[in-house]
């Protein structure tokens, strides 16, 4: 058991710089939201609702953390910060990362009945800052969710997405990037714009500029005096 725990801890310290030892990830919110999921989730699968719940509200007052007790997630999860909620029929894999003021939520199913209305997070997703995904959607392995992005459509493997609504980036992050990316969002190329797209519209400005210069030098003086009875 302390075996597991450990493994756990450190998965968590290869994904955040900031602690400095095992011990101080103990006090982290997401570390504990989790302790305490697992509790209300082993109650909740044998019908035990109402204990389970109670176990679920104090988890969420204790971190700030709403996590269904009916949820079920993978191994090495990790909520960075907090003020996270996730839903009833959310599934998440292994290794998945989420940073604070994230939404696993739900779609109000047309048919009046439950069902799946949370995502399925698969193994090795991260998802930044403020992002929100929603509905029974799958989130592919490896996929990469930006900050304050709003997710509603399925994500291909290894994708990263970006924006409200949220599309994914130009070059596609299957094809240059396997490890962990710190809160889903790639901050180098090549996301940012294409310099010669800059150069374009740089020239494109300049000639609108020549064009506004020469309408104005071809405009008749407005402060030039006029003869009485012409027309103004």
Same mark, same amino acid.
């Given at each position: 058991m302390f075996k597991g725990v450990a493994s756990y801890l450190d998965s968590v310290r290869a994904r955040d710089p900031a602690p400095r030892s095992r011990f101080e990830i103990l006090l982290y919110p997401g570390v504990w939201a989790l302790f305490w999921h697992r509790v209300a989730?082993?109650?909740f699968? %044998? %019908?035990?609702? @109402?204990a389970a719940r @109670?176990? *679920? +509200? @104090?988890? /969420?007052?204790?971190?700030a953390i709403d996590i269904h007790p009916g949820a079920t997630i993978g191994k090495n999860f990790f909520i960075d910060h907090g003020f996270t909620v996730i839903g009833e029929t959310a599934h998440i894999g292994d290794n998945v990362t989420i940073y604070q003021c994230v939404t696993l939520g739900g779609t109000n199913p047309t048919n009046g009945k439950g069902?799946? /209305? +949370?995502?399925?997070?698969?193994? *090795?997703v991260i998802i930044g800052s403020g992002a929100q995904v929603i509905g029974p959607i799958v989130v592919g392995e %490896?996929? %990469?969710? $930006?900050? *304050?992005?709003v997710v509603t459509d399925d994500v291909p493997e290894g994708a990263t997405m970006v924006g409200m609504k949220a599309r994914s980036t130009l070059v596609p992050v299957e094809t240059w990037l396997r490890e962990f990316m710190p809160y889903g969002t790639p901050c180098d190329e090549p996301c940012e714009p294409d310099p010669r797209q800059i150069d374009e519209l /740089? $020239?494109?400005?300049?000639g609108l500029r020549a064009e506004i210069e020469l309408l104005k030098s071809a405009r008749p003086d407005d402060d030039a005096p006029r003869l009485c009875g012409t027309d103004s």
């Amino acid at each position: 058991m302390f075996k597991g725990v450990a493994s756990y801890l450190d998965s968590v310290r290869a994904r955040d710089p900031a602690p400095r030892s095992r011990f101080e990830i103990l006090l982290y919110p997401g570390v504990w939201a989790l302790f305490w999921h697992r509790v209300a989730h082993w109650l909740f699968q %044998r %019908r035990m609702y @109402f204990a389970a719940r @109670f176990v *679920n +509200h @104090f988890s /969420r007052w204790l971190t700030a953390i709403d996590i269904h007790p009916g949820a079920t997630i993978g191994k090495n999860f990790f909520i960075d910060h907090g003020f996270t909620v996730i839903g009833e029929t959310a599934h998440i894999g292994d290794n998945v990362t989420i940073y604070q003021c994230v939404t696993l939520g739900g779609t109000n199913p047309t048919n009046g009945k439950g069902g799946k /209305r +949370h995502p399925t997070l698969m193994d *090795n997703v991260i998802i930044g800052s403020g992002a929100q995904v929603i509905g029974p959607i799958v989130v592919g392995e %490896r996929a %990469r969710i $930006g900050a *304050n992005a709003v997710v509603t459509d399925d994500v291909p493997e290894g994708a990263t997405m970006v924006g409200m609504k949220a599309r994914s980036t130009l070059v596609p992050v299957e094809t240059w990037l396997r490890e962990f990316m710190p809160y889903g969002t790639p901050c180098d190329e090549p996301c940012e714009p294409d310099p010669r797209q800059i150069d374009e519209l /740089r $020239g494109e400005i300049a000639g609108l500029r020549a064009e506004i210069e020469l309408l104005k030098s071809a405009r008749p003086d407005d402060d030039a005096p006029r003869l009485c009875g012409t027309d103004s």
